[in-house]
């Protein structure tokens, strides 16, 4: 799946596109179906809000048959490669859940300050593409995007260790502030199926879940194969260091498996 002009266009002036409708509802059910059952897992690839709820899992392209077809799958991969030009390698890829309920924040920050500071990463040629698996709403936890933030190139931030149990390097109130009066705020909700791509610099949080509504997003965070990291510290299974570029797989791989697993379990 190749990006047109106009979403290139976007993607540069605001940061960020949503491409609707880029998976479809057999292909997200049997993805659902495969985070919960990673959740129910006990690995150390999960990590829980403080009330035992999932948070995220860590990694599951590696041990899970549907979530490996969807790292490779083609299109996520190649509007990448269009961007940076050059073949990409995962370097995170995370499940998140925000539970129903009891889903925690996830506080303003930017992607690269975290690969920069804790991976040695050593240019934002890396980004999230982001597919939703339940529908996003405006009360359940949406991403929230400061428009054209990505255009300060890397911003002061602290490192916070004791918010949630997901360490992230966050951005103050005041520069939260100044960016949103000059670029806006957006929520990004959408059906179930629908693909957000954001630059690894645009400036992004989400607040927690207090609804009956689980929201769970899966992250790919795919990243220029010249710009593998240079000074790990993280966890392998948190931050990548196999820098193979990702050959995508055929189009339909993970409708096909969709189909064999749905007439399985029916
Ligand atoms: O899932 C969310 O709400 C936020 C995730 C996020 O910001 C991240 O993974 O960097």
């Not at 990590?47 to 969807?70: D, V």
């Not at 190649?78 to 050059?86: G, M, R």
């Amino acid at each position: 799946m190749k990006l047109n002009k106009d979403q290139i266009r976007q993607f540069a002036d605001e940061g960020w596109i949503f491409l609707p409708e880029c998976f479809s509802e057999d292909e997200v059910a049997v993805l659902k179906a495969e985070a919960e059952n990673i959740y129910n897992e006990d690995r150390p690839e999960v990590w829980r809000e403080t009330s035992g709820a999932p948070r995220t899992a860590f990694a599951a392209h590696t041990y899970n048959e549907a979530f490996s077809i969807l790292g490779r799958h083609p299109r996520l991969i190649e509007p990448l490669e269009q961007v940076f030009n050059e073949k990409v390698y995962m370097h995170q890829y995370k499940i998140n859940a925000k539970a129903k309920f009891t889903g925690d924040v996830w506080q303003w920050h930017q992607d690269y300050g975290t690969w920069a500071r804790d991976d040695g990463m050593p240019e934002p040629r890396a980004m999230n593409i982001a597919v939703f698996l339940d529908e996003v709403f405006p009360f359940n936890g949406p991403l929230m995007l400061i428009p054209q933030s990505h255009k300060h190139g890397v911003l002061d931030a602290g490192h916070d260790t004791s918010t949630t149990s997901y360490p992230l390097w966050t951005l103050s109130e005041d520069a939260v502030e100044n960016l949103v009066d000059q670029g806006g705020l957006i929520a990004q909700t959408g059906k179930p199926g629908g693909v957000l791509m954001f630059h690894g610099n645009l400036v992004h949080g989400s607040a927690g879940n207090i609804t009956p509504f689980p929201r769970k997003i899966v992250y790919l965070t795919l990243n220029a194969v010249s710009n593998y990291i240079r000074k790990p510290t993280r966890e392998e299974w948190i931050a990548h260091q196999d820098f193979t570029p990702i050959e995508s797989c055929a189009d339909n791989a993970l409708q096909a498996y969709a189909q064999a697993y749905l007439q399985k379990s029916a």
